[in-house]
């Protein structure tokens, strides 16, 4: 069965840390997303892949930066976490050129920054 | 400017009554829609998806949604709801040639009375 796992179901974590968030998928895919989830905002890009090195800004990659050194791995770093960075962080993955697939996402990392 | 409205926030059903979940989007270009589900604390799942063959398409645990053109909808139905069909759900709309383009659907809340 394909999956995205997400490394961190719940996380706690003080204000002005370092985070990160880390996200493997074992279908070989080209791309992967992150997104955050907010009540009454929906879902949200923050960052997105679509091969090893690369990233593209999304919609709010303020305070956010990512990584993605090996395919499988696609890492969210909060540079200096704030209260307004707590929310419900989703990573997800789709191949290349079959855009029609639709993403797999993992479980999601709930972010509390105190 | 493509965008995908749920027309309704919350639906309340009873349990073996059919389901109806709305959505309607704008897109300039030929879109790519799906339906994902969303259970209390998980990653989103892919329910099904439309990407121009059958304008009718069936998904898993019963579902299905039809691709209406002229009326810019695609709303999620199912004949009969089971308790464990209570979750969100998220009707999504990929544009752009890249297929990076994916716009959410605020979400809607089903409940299921049994």
């Known amino acids: 069965d394909v999956k995205v796992t997400q490394s961190s179901r719940y996380l706690v974590k003080r204000t002005g840390e370092k985070v990160f968030l880390e996200c493997v998928q074992d279908m070989d895919h080209e791309n992967m997303f992150w997104y955050r989830q907010d009540p009454g905002l929906g879902l949200r890009l923050i960052y997105f892949?679509?091969?090893?090195?690369?990233?593209e800004k999304g919609d709010i990659p303020e305070g956010y930066s990512v990584s993605r050194e090996k395919k499988e791995r696609f890492s969210l770093i909060l540079e200096s976490a704030s209260t307004n960075q707590t929310s419900m962080y989703l990573c997800?993955?789709?191949?290349?050129?079959?855009?029609?697939?639709?993403?797999?996402f993992g479980s999601g990392t709930r972010l509390t920054v105190v | 400017a493509q965008s995908v409205t749920q027309l309704d926030s919350h639906v309340s059903v009873s349990e073996g009554t059919p389901v109806l979940l709305r959505c309607n989007y704008s897109s300039s270009y030929s879109p790519s829609l799906f339906w994902y589900v969303q259970h209390p604390n998980k990653g989103l799942q892919l329910l099904l998806k439309y990407t121009s063959a059958a304008t009718l398409v069936k998904g898993i645990n019963g579902f299905e949604a039809e691709f209406k053109k002229s009326e810019t909808s695609f709303h999620l139905t199912k004949p009969s709801a089971h308790m464990s069909d209570a979750a969100e759900y998220f009707c999504?709309?990929?544009?752009?040639?890249?297929?990076?383009?994916?716009?959410f659907g605020a979400g809607t809340r089903l409940f299921v009375k049994a």
């Open positions: 892949s679509y091969d090893v090195k690369m990233k």
């Open positions: 999504v709309v990929l544009v752009g040639a890249g297929g990076f383009k994916t716009i």
């Open positions: 997800a993955s789709s191949p290349p050129g079959r855009r029609n697939y639709g993403y797999t």
